[in-house]
C-alpha cells in the first residue's frame, strides 16, 4: 500500500500511545538541557561583556552562578534523558513485537502458505528494531528541535526582529530543507536496501531448508555465488548511504558557517556592540538540535521503508476473520454444499457437495492436484469459499467460534511439522495437559510405541529440528498420535498411510476403525486398501463431484 512519510511517521506516533508520557518527559529534558547548554555560551558572552564594562545589568557573582547552575543542570538531564529513552526503547521493542505478533497471529495460516518466509522474519526482527531507533532517536529529536527553535529565535529576535527571522531561516535550512532535500536523494536507497537484506535472509533460510538437495545436485558452489553476489550488492548500497550521509555533514557545516557570518553582518548593522555579540554567539551555539535532524536525513528513508513495510502487515486483511462471541456448539456430521473455492485467479473447487454424516467414515479420492487438501483446510476454515457453504452440524462454520471449531476437529495434514523439542513434548501440542498414560495410548494407537521406545531416551528424546531425523512413515505416525491425543469428534486425515508399509497401515486402519466407532472422519488417500474401512468414498477430479 502506499502511504507518504508524513502518514507514515503519523500511523507509527500512533501506535505508540501508551508511552506518551514517557516521550514527553524526555522531550522536556532535552529541551532544557540544550537551552543549558546554549546559555552556556550566551553566559559567557554577557560575562566578557561585563568585564568591558558594557553590560551591568547583573553582576558577575550572578553570572558565575548561572554558568555553573546551567553546567550542573545539563549534566544531570543529559544523564536522566538516555536512561528515559532506553526505557522508552525497551518497551517500545515489546509493544511493537506484540502488535506485529497479534498481527500475524491473525493473518495465518493463509499468510504463512508460499509466501516468502525470510522476508517476514526480516520484519519481525530488523525492521522493528529499526523502529526502535525511530521513536527514541527521530521523534524526540524533532520535537527538541522544534522547541528549541521556538525559544532561541524568540531570544534572538528580542534584540531585533529581523535577527530573530533570519536565525528562524538558519534553522530551517540547516534543520528542514537540507535533510529534506538528501532524504529525497537517498530515497531510494533506504527501501532498496531493506528489501534486498530481506531477500538475502529468505535465501539463506531457503539455502538451508534445501541441503540436500543442493549437495546432491551440486548446486553448492552456485548457491555460495548467489549469497556472495546478494552481499556485495547490499554493502554497495550501505556504501553509497555512507557516501551520502557524509556528503550530507559537510554541506550542513557549510550552510551553519554561511549563515553565521551572516548573522555577524546583519547584527553589525542592526544593534550597538550587546546586540551584535550575544545574537551571534546564540545563533553559534545552537545548531547543535537541528544538526542531530540534518544527520536524520540519510536514515529517514530507511526508516519509513521499515515502518511502511510493518504497516502494511498490520493492514493486511486476514484471508479470514477469527470469530467470537458465538453460542458454542457440538458437533454432529459436517457438510460441503456446492462449494466453489479459488486461491486467486485459479479455480480449484467447483460446485462440490459432500455429505459427512456424524459416525461414519468418509473417503475422498483424486488425483494429485484435484483439490483434496483444499477440502480439508475449508473444512479447518483455512480459508473461505466463494460460493456455497461449508457447515458444521448444519451450521455455517462463518457462524461458529473460531476455538469452537478447531476444538472439534483434528487435522493430520500431509506434511507432519515436529517442533525441535522432546517427542513428548511433540505430542502435548494436541493437549497440553495430556498424562503419560494418554500419550502412550495415543501411540500405541497410532503404531508408534514400539518405535519410540525403542529410541534412546524414549518419549525424552529430542527431535532434529527440521525433524530430519525421522523417516516420513515415523513422522506421519506422530501426527497420527496427535491426532489421536486431542480427541476431537471430527478427524481430517490427508493421507494418512501414504509413507507406511502394508503392516502399519493395516494397524493404524484397525484402530482407526475400533477408535472410531463415535468419531467421524474424513480420509484423503490415493490408495484402495485405505479405503477399504471407508463407509462412503467420494471422488474428487478436477475440483468437482465425480
Ligand atoms: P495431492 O494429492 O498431490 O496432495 P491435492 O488434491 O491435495 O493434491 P491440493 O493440495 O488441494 O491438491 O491443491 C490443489 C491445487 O491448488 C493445486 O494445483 C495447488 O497447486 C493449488 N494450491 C494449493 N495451495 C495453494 C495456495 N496456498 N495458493 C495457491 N495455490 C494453491
Ligand atoms: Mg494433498
Redesign the pocket.
Known sequence: MKRNNLQVMMRLIGLVKPLTGYMLLAILMGLVGHLCAAFITIMGGVAVLQLLGLYSKITLGIIFTCLILFAVVRGFLRYAEQSCNHFIAFKLLALLRDKVFTALRRLTP?KL??KDKGNLISIITSDIELLEVFYAHTISPICIAALFTVVMVLFIGSYHWALGLLALAAYVTVGVIVPVITSKMSGANGINFRTQSGELAGFVLDSLRGLPEILQYGQGEKRVQQMNEMTENLSVQEKRMKRMSNGNIAVTNLVILVFDIAMLFAATQLCEFEGVLIPTLALMSSFGPVVALAALGATLQNTFAAGNRVLDILDETPVVEEITGKEEITFAGAQAKNITFS??D?T?LTDLSVEIPQNEIVGIV??????????LKLFMRFWQVQKGEIRISGRSVDDINTTNLRNMESFVT?ETYLFDDTIRNNLRVAKWDATDEEIVAACKKASVHEFIQKLPQGYDTQVGELGDSLSGGERQRLGLARAFLHDAPFLLL??PTSNLDSLNEAVILKSLHEECEDKTVVL?S?RKSTMGIADRVYS?EQGRNS
Open positions: 493463509a502458505e508460499g486461491y486467486g485459479e480449484i483424486g488425483k494429485s492436484g484435484s483439490g483434496k487438501s483444499t477440502l500431509q490427508d493421507e484423503v490415493h474428487v
